[in-house]
């Protein structure tokens, strides 16, 4: 009982926004907050596979934006760009990491501003149950 208090609070602490029965796990996610008028932000966060078969997310969806999409940052030659992913494997028992610089989801089309506190977003997956996480809202100014 004490150990899985104790998991339940370093859970808390890591910023857990969803867990369920198909051993997925989303930590340290959020959405980028920007200005009034920009048309497009990005969220990132962590999904760990706890489960014996690689996961496959498709994609995503939420409310505030036309559309959301798996893009990788690269470089080349000191020219940094975007490049869109059909897919993300998120191997078993391991992560897949999306973070400012590399892995992320763009929010692109955004209906309107950017809500102040936090913002659905649901990740699609190919071999899994889709997963609605709310994830919080962090400025521009904060990161």
Do not use: C
């Not at 899985?4 to 997925?24: K, P, Y």
């Not at 191997?91 to 955004?110: D, I, K």
């Not at 309107?112 to 919080?136: A, C, H, M, R, Y």
């Amino acid at each position: 009982m004490r150990a899985l208090f104790f998991t339940l609070i370093m859970l808390i602490a890591e910023g857990v926004h969803a867990a369920d029965s198909s051993n997925i796990l989303v930590t340290k996610g959020y959405v980028r907050g920007l200005p009034p008028g920009v048309t497009n932000t990005a969220a990132f966060m962590t999904i760990e596979n706890l489960g014996s078969e690689d996961r496959v997310l498709t994609g995503a969806t939420t409310p505030i934006a036309e559309s959301v999409s798996i893009h990788a940052t690269m470089s080349d030659n000191g020219m940094m760009s975007m490049a869109h992913q059909m897919t993300l494997v998120v191997p078993a028992n391991g992560r897949a990491v999306l973070e400012s610089g590399g892995l992320h989801l763009m929010l692109m089309g955004l209906k309107g501003p950017i809500p102040q506190k936090e913002v659905s977003l649901t990740l699609e997956f190919q071999n899994n149950p889709d997963l609605t996480l709310l994830l919080p809202v962090v400025s521009v100014l904060d990161e």
